[in-house]
């Protein structure tokens, strides 16, 4: 299995899409995990927090038809190289400004940016590898994102339990964003036959077959229910009001789960292409959300480690799932485009859920944004069984 992990990970697309990613999240989540606290010590409410990632959380699926579309037809390493450099910019900016309403602002516009070069990032992985290798070519993504939840947390245990701490590890990801940037110009390569598509619409209206259709909806309770459980605020709130964790222990929290999945990564890979894409969607899906039940009754960092830690491994399941069965119902001419419409459609009704769940949390409580996450995690299996594909 290493033999074939080393293979892949040889070819500039794949460890040059995982080297950048690894070292814009590594920065980012110094403080990113810990940023509903920061905001709401900077005066927001609970439910002004919700809105605020309700829109951090758009901004990320806005773009990503548009992303897809200009990887399409000018080619993948063009839509992931050249934005990078506009990032530096823009988080330094939101690191220097004074209220949490302007620096949600250009954090937000980071995201928009994040997002008009995710598809062309995840199709680049799509193409480098064999249709045979897609589970191992997405897993070494996983791992490196997974190596950067470790490497991250692990300096914003040190350095990003104040306010001046997580701004200066704001500008800390600006400066990181330089080199990335560097990076994925020099070292990505669109190949010939993928590059400067003319895509019709015609092209993308024929792609929609029933199989997609279903998907789609279960895509958006999938969105629906990791913009409640990880993505969304009620994770870092919950832990610190709740459980009494501190900044840091929420940090140690997060590096924990992401180093056992580093491991687990490697075996997630060759397990994705034994059950299949969608079975491994739809496991890894429900085992990560209803590990999130006995996590809610935690007391210490030990006992919520002991539920946090497998639900994330099963997370990490559902997103090479999630990677794996959109390369395996498109086609090459417009995967980019497809993966942005899926990405987008479910993400924006998906960052409803901190908005949503910000508001249910005042009336029936803080443990009610989860059970609200199991419900949206039940209905998007419901909704992947029906799905048939002979590659699947």
């Not at 814009?24 to 919700?50: M, N, Y």
């Not at 997405?138 to 470790?150: D, G, H, W």
């Not at 060759?270 to 990560?288: A, D, P, V, Y």
Request: aromatic share 14%.
């Amino acid at each position: 299995m290493l033999k074939e992990y080393l293979q892949i990970i040889k070819k500039p697309n794949i460890w040059i899409s995982s080297l950048s990613l690894f070292l814009l999240l590594s920065s980012a989540s110094t403080w990113v995990f810990v940023l509903p606290i920061f905001l709401r010590d900077l005066g927001a409410s609970q439910e002004q927090v919700g809105t605020a990632y309700f829109a951090f959380l758009l901004s990320f699926s806005l773009f990503q038809a548009l992303g897809g579309f200009l990887g399409d037809r000018y080619g993948r390493k063009k839509i992931i190289a050249l934005p990078t450099f506009i990032l530096p910019v823009v988080y330094i900016a939101a690191a220097f400004s004074k209220d949490w309403i302007t620096i949600m602002v250009y954090l937000t516009i980071g995201n928009l940016i994040q997002g008009l070069q995710a598809p062309s990032i995840y199709a680049l992985i799509a193409e480098s590898v064999e249709s045979k290798d897609l589970g191992l070519g997405f897993s070494i993504l996983e791992i490196a994102i997974s190596a950067s939840y470790v490497a991250g947390p692990f300096i914003g245990m040190f350095f990003s339990s104040s306010e001046q701490g997580i701004r200066n590890m704001m500008i800390l990801t600006g400066i990181v964003m330089i080199p990335c940037g560097f990076l994925r110009w020099v070292g990505l390569k669109d190949s010939v036959e993928h590059s400067a598509f003319k895509i019709k619409i015609g092209d993308i209206i024929k792609s929609f077959n029933p199989n997609l259709i279903l998907l789609l909806f279960a895509f958006i309770f999938f969105y629906m229910m990791l913009d409640a459980t990880f993505y969304g605020p009620f994770l870092s709130q919950y832990a610190k009001d709740q459980i009494g964790l501190t900044n840091s222990s929420i940090q140690a929290l997060i590096m924990l789960a992401a180093l056992a999945s580093i491991f687990f990564n490697f075996i997630n890979g060759k397990l994705t292409g034994k059950l299949g894409s969608r079975k491994s969607l739809i496991i890894g899906s429900l085992g990560h959300v209803l590990l999130f039940l006995p996590w809610l009754f935690s007391n210490n960092l030990f006992t919520a480690a002991l539920c946090f830690i497998p639900s994330y491994l099963f997370m990490q399941l559902s997103y090479i799932g999630h990677d794996t069965i959109m390369s395996d119902l498109t086609s090459v001419r417009t995967r980019s485009t497809i993966m942005g419409i899926f990405s987008m459609v479910p993400g924006i009704l998906g960052s409803l859920s901190p908005e949503i769940g910000s508001r249910i949390a005042v009336i029936y409580g803080p443990k009610a944004p989860f059970y609200m996450a199991v419900v949206f995690g039940l209905i998007a299996a419901t909704l992947l069984v029906p799905i048939k594909s002979k590659r699947i």
